[in-house]
């Protein structure tokens, strides 16, 4: 392998968990010095889709969370080099660990039914056909699912099951998004189906992601000399030469300056986004609705434009109806709705994961975290997350789309689904409720061809590679802090041939015992 050399320099685009990741590789295990280190991120803060942020008086919000398993490889060698938040003295891998034996997950209400726990919510009410279905689409090559969508696969009855209802809200699967991404995760995951309605097997970080991971893995950045600026938003990329050896040579950013890139600098592109162009609402306003695109694509867009194998960004962005939904955080100044929560679904807090009510026309979501969610959070204050995987369709109890709905409107259609008493709904009389839409959430999940993703290593790539949710990589599945950490290695082992490339995907589907396992909970034996 080749040593690093004192003048050559690394550019990261994008302050996300790729862009950061990139960062520690180049540092813990190709020998880079911190202060050749440069990310370059649009937004006011590092993080990217992880986030945490607000106060007690405001509201503390999220817009969403990643979940996590034992099997993240990459991810969990990653963290196992970077001291965690509240004791330096042990790695944040060891803390995620050491926070799931203290609060282990299992629900005993996935599924709530007409204001009460679903009397069915163990029950999968998978069909034969719907069970062949599954085993078939397992057993496909995914050479042969390229543009299908999961409805052009499964039967009608599918999308009227327990089953479907408990993996679209988990995983956000829509009936319109990718057959492959579908099957991806039916391999990925199998070894979950014994605890798939409890949950169980999901791993959780002790707080919200920005602080249980972003905050330390900045930390140990900066301290190492890494540069982290935000607000500096990369417009273009200058890329010169054929396709079968080509290079960037300079970035251009908003403020209209270049950064020259020599010869033996490498640039990391993150591209794309799924939480670009997020919106914000309050607890009488909704969030604007207005289809900005954000920076990640428009960089994107032009990048693919100009030059060939950096695949089609308008399969993923092209249609903001099928890829939007909205969340919401709410902060409490009492314990009363968490305790009622408690008695309702038999889960002390932070042990339950989500709650889905069935029927809903939003199809929403909410979950109780283990409290405090944030660091620094008053005492006393407690704070919850929902979703509505449907934000386009009517609501039960507020007759509106929920994309249109104020905060205090989300929490009157929650209020219906659990049958709250006027005098139980007043727990939320002084809540903060912050409603938030993300356009792009689910645009990786969107139908897609060979070629429309970029590899890791563009053909022909010199010094540069691409990171992120919107790169391939075989076997593996968007939507993961795994999928962007995977490809941080695989590019700083491709650029500078100093890190070894990650370990292949847990192959968990080839286990027979796994398989035993997963048919005997499909057939409900």
């Not at 010094?463 to 950490?485: H, K, L, M, W």
Request: charged fraction near 20%; include cysteine; glycine fraction near 8%.
């Amino acid at each position: 392998m080749s040593k690093p050399t004192s003048f050559e320099q690394h550019h990261i685009i994008g302050g996300g968990i790729a862009g950061l990741a990139t960062a520690v590789y180049l540092i813990r295990d190709a020998g880079v010095d911190g202060n050749n280190i440069h990310i370059y991120e649009q937004l006011g803060v590092a993080g990217g889709s992880l986030d945490g942020s607000g106060d007690a008086e405001s509201g503390y919000m999220i817009r969403g969370g990643r979940m996590f398993e034992e099997h993240f490889a990459c991810t969990f060698d990653l963290l196992d080099t970077i001291p965690s938040v509240n004791d330096p003295s042990i790695s944040v891998t060891e803390d995620i660990m050491a926070f799931n034996r203290m609060v282990p997950g299992s629900s005993n209400c996935r599924l709530v039914r007409n204001g009460l726990p679903a009397e069915d919510r163990y029950d999968l009410t998978l069909t034969a056909h719907d069970i062949v279905d599954i085993n078939r689409l397992i057993l496909q090559p995914e050479s042969r699912l390229a543009g299908q969508s999961i409805e052009d696969w499964f039967k009608p009855s599918f999308f009227e099951s327990n089953f479907w209802l408990m993996w679209s809200t988990m995983f956000s699967f829509q009936p319109w998004h990718a057959l492959t991404e579908m099957r991806r995760y039916l391999r990925r995951f199998i070894h979950l189906f014994p605890g798939f309605t409890r949950i169980a097997g999901i791993l959780r970080t002790r707080y919200n992601q920005y602080d249980s991971l972003i905050v330390p893995i900045v930390t140990w950045l900066r301290h190492r000399g890494v540069r982290v600026a935000t607000g500096a938003r990369v417009t273009d990329v200058t890329i010169e030469g054929a396709r079968q050896d080509r290079r960037v040579t300079a970035l251009v950013l908003a403020d209209e300056s270049r950064v020259q890139i020599s010869e033996d600098d490498c640039v990391y592109l993150t591209l794309g986004s799924m939480t670009d162009a997020t919106t914000q609402g309050s607890n009488d306003r909704a969030p604007d609705l207005q289809d900005n695109e954000g920076a990640a694509w428009t960089l994107w867009r032009k990048l693919a434009a100009k030059n060939e194998g950096f695949g089609r960004p308008e399969a993923f962005c092209g249609k903001v109806s099928k890829t939007e939904w909205h969340s919401f955080t709410v902060t409490l100044d009492g314990p009363d709705f968490f305790e009622f929560m408690e008695d309702f679904t038999n889960n002390r807090t932070g042990t339950g994961g989500l709650v889905t009510f069935a029927g809903s026309g939003w199809t929403l979501s909410i979950v109780l975290f283990h409290q405090p969610h944030f660091q620094g959070q008053k005492h006393g204050t407690y704070t919850f997350w929902g979703y509505g995987l449907r934000s386009d369709r009517p609501g039960d109890f507020v007759k509106k789309p929920m994309r249109e709905a104020t905060g205090n409107e989300i929490i009157a259609e929650l209020s219906g689904h659990l049958k709250l008493s006027k005098a139980q709904a007043a727990w939320f009389d002084d809540a903060r409720v912050l409603p938030c839409r993300m356009p792009y959430i689910t645009s990786q999940f969107m139908p897609r061809q060979p070629g429309d993703r970029p590899d890791v290593r563009p053909s022909g790539a010199r010094n540069f590679a691409v990171i992120g949710q919107f790169c391939e990589q075989p076997r593996d599945c968007v939507f993961t802090v795994e999928y962007s950490v995977r490809s941080a290695r695989s590019a700083v082992a491709g650029l500078t041939g100093r890190v070894d490339p990650p370990p292949p995907v847990a192959p968990t589907d080839l286990d027979p015992m796994v398989l035993i396992r997963a048919a005997r909970v499909l057939m409900g034996v």
